[in-house]
Structures are given as C-alpha cells and as structure tokens.
C-alpha cells in the first residue's frame, strides 16, 4: 500500500516524518538485534535527519546505509556522506556503523566495493530506505532514461546526472533499493507538485519518471511539504 501524506509547513513534516522513522526502528528492534536503514541526500531530509538527532533510537543497534553519492571528495558540500554526517551520524551516541561510498578511489572500484559490501547481508537488505524525488522524476540517482533503470541483478550503479557540476553518481539499484521492508519519501518544495501529482498517480513510464518503479513495493509512505 501506498500512503500519501501533505503538510503545511517544514516543522510538521519533519516532526511527523521523524515520529513514523522512530517507531519503525523501535518496533523493528523489539525482534531484531540490529536494524538497516538506508538514508537519502539532498536538502529534503534535512530538518527530519535532525529531529532524528533527537530521538530515542538506539543507534548502537542501527547500521546506515547511503542510498546514493555524488563522485565528490568525502569534505565537499555536495557529499551525501558528509550531509548526513553533519547532521545526523556525528550527533548520535553510539552509532553501530555507517556504511558509505568511498569517494577516494576510481568509480568502478567505489560501486564494486559497495556491491561486495551489501552482499554479506541477507534478505531483506534493508529494514527502511528513505529517498527523495527530484522535479525532473529522479529518486536516487536514478535520472530519466539512464540505462541503470532497467537493471534487475546489480544492487549498485554507475550513472550520470543532468547536473554538471556533479554529473557522476554512485546509487543503489531498483533490485537493491526494493528489498526492503518498508519506503519512506521525503519530498520538500513548492517547484515539485507536479512531479508529486505525476508520480503518485502513475501517469509517466519509469524511464519519464523513474520514481514510480517504488510504487511497486508494498509499504511506500510518502511526506510531501510543498
Ligand atoms: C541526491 C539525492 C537525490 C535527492 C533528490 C531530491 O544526491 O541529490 O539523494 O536523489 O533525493 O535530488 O533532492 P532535494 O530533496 O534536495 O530536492
């Protein structure tokens, strides 16, 4: 089932996107010793990865995950790593481990290594994967038409973005990012209610809007802050 939710303002939504992670990962932690959580960039997450900071998590029981990376060094302001470092991963006593895509080294090398990385975990890989959705449809960094769309075995991929300042992205698959047990968008902005009404009423293909592919999984909640 998918679940549309719209708020007013950036506090509602960030308090009530943040309520719904917390619970999730506290319910999961009552029959689990550890719980996987793959985390977006962007600026959407921001304010809910902060009052995330705040919670009751038990983070020495929770493994991070990056969704996706721009080829940018770790220090950048356009690192994801780095995003979620600052406000999140750094501001959390305890944190089990944050897995992430080591920008240091060739892309071919990053995305194997992730690869391997996320193969010695058993199914379903993650517990929760958090994304965003771009205007132009993207989710991950999985752009329009990319021919990573159509992977169905990879868990993660090479591709490209229409944003020449960081063009080249690291992302989990489709096969990847829906082997998990529940999805939660995090959408910000006024510029995306079109993109939102296309998406959640499933009028493009996936190439014209790769998002839609999520809505595909059985547990997809989605908070909207136009
Ligand atoms: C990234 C993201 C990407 C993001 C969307 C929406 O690296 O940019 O992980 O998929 O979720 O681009 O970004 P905003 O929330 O900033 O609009």
Known sequence: MTQFRKFKNTDEYAKAAAQVIEDFILEKLKDQKIVRVALSGGSSPIPVYEALAKS?????????FLVDERYVP?????SNYKMIDDVLASQVKNLRKFYHYNTRDPIATIVDQYQKTL???DHPLFDLVVLGL??????????PNDPALHETSRLVAHTTSPDANTKDRMTLTFPAILDSQKII?????????KTVADFTHQKKTVD????????????VEIFFAP
């Not at 771009?134 to 752009?143: C, P, V």
């Not at 968008?185 to 209610?193: A, C, S, V």
């Open 56 to 64: 009751n998590i038990l983070w020495s029981r929770v493994a991070l």
């Open 208 to 219: 014209e809007l790769p998002a839609q592919k999520i809505l595909e999984h059985p547990d």
């Open 119 to 121: 193969e010695q975990f």
């Open 185 to 193: 968008f995090l959408i910000q902005g006024e510029d995306k209610q």
């Open 74 to 78: 770790l220090n950048s302001k356009a």
């Open 134 to 143: 771009g205007a132009d449809g993207h989710t991950a960094s999985l752009f």
